[in-house]
């Protein structure tokens, strides 16, 4: 059984999903510790922090603990999707980093790694939990000195615009307080802005309005909660800011198609058939002994 999710190393497929489960790549979330992403093949759009871009093969996507984030997967894309183990973050950036790779010898070099890695969470052999980390540990290194090379190319100019300074700061407070039940207004009261300034700004740099970004987060993790555990939708309700299990309802109908007990019978007749983002292996290190514990 694992322990504190936040020191879990574990790795994902990502890949074309059943239809009921997209929402799992696509609606904003965020974690607890860092992830890393390693699209492989194929391309779409991943927003950051409200802030749309596109992806190809050979990116890096890095994204610290409470990123908000989502991507559209294709019928072709494929990758890897890495939990750092909070432990671990400051070997890493403190801010989203998405590296395009165009050195072929960098491709090979970070693929290689990531294979080593999947080998020793799936093995049961001494010191694979060790080894895995070490695996880590390396693709950190490799991981700077991209970025050094990314450092000296021409930054994207977008990520520095008012607009976008303004929707990443708005997500920030999303992630943290979404469960609450404020609105629009007390957001953009909070960022001394009016709401349909913030509002023209989230639509300027990922083509949804605040709202939508607020509502997609809330129901992502109102879909967590109804597929992967047995929380009373009353509670479910409550704990996510609504005033009554009605409202709740109601608004997760609208946004989803399905009503909340609806969601959680496909929930489970759909499981197993696809998961998360593909196959996952994981190693629990809440436990490691010296610099991981």
């Known amino acids: 059984m694992m322990g504190d999710e936040r020191q879990v190393l574990s790795l994902a497929s990502i890949g074309q999903t059943a239809q009921p489960n997209r929402w799992r790549t696509e609606a904003m979330r965020a974690h607890s510790s860092p992830r890393l992403i390693f699209f492989t093949k194929g391309q779409g759009r991943i927003t950051i922090a409200g802030l749309t871009s596109g992806y190809t093969a050979n990116n890096l996507i890095f994204l610290p603990s409470g990123t908000m984030y989502g991507f559209e997967v294709g019928p072709t ?147 967590r909660r109804l597929a992967e555990t047995r929380t009373p939708i009353r509670e479910i309700a409550a704990s996510l800011g609504y005033s009554s299990a009605a409202y709740f309802s109601r608004a997760f109908q609208g946004g989803v198609g399905l009503s909340p007990s609806a969601f959680r019978r496909q929930s489970s007749d759909t499981a197993g058939q696809s998961p998360r983002a593909g196959s996952s292996v994981a190693q629990d290190v809440s436990r490691r002994a010296g610099k991981f514990s």
């Open 77 to 223: 894309a494929f990758g890897h999707l890495l939990a750092i183990p909070a432990a671990m973050a400051g070997e890493w950036p403190d801010v989203p980093v998405h590296l395009r790779l165009r050195d072929v010898l960098a491709q090979k070099e970070i693929t290689q790694v990531f294979d080593n890695l999947e080998r020793e969470l799936k093995s049961d052999r001494a010191g694979h939990a060790r080894a895995a980390h070490y695996h880590l540990g390396l693709l950190a290194v490799h991981f700077e000195r991209a970025l050094e090379r990314h450092e000296a190319e021409s930054p994207d100019a977008r990520a520095e615009t008012a607009a976008a300074r303004l929707v990443a700061a708005y997500t920030g407070l999303v992630e943290r307080d979404y469960a609450k039940g404020l609105g629009i207004a007390h957001f953009a009261r909070a960022l001394g802005v009016t709401p349909t300034h913030l509002t023209r700004s989230c639509r300027r740099t990922c083509g949804k309005s605040a709202h939508d970004l607020l509502t997609d987060r809330i129901l992502f993790e109102a879909r």
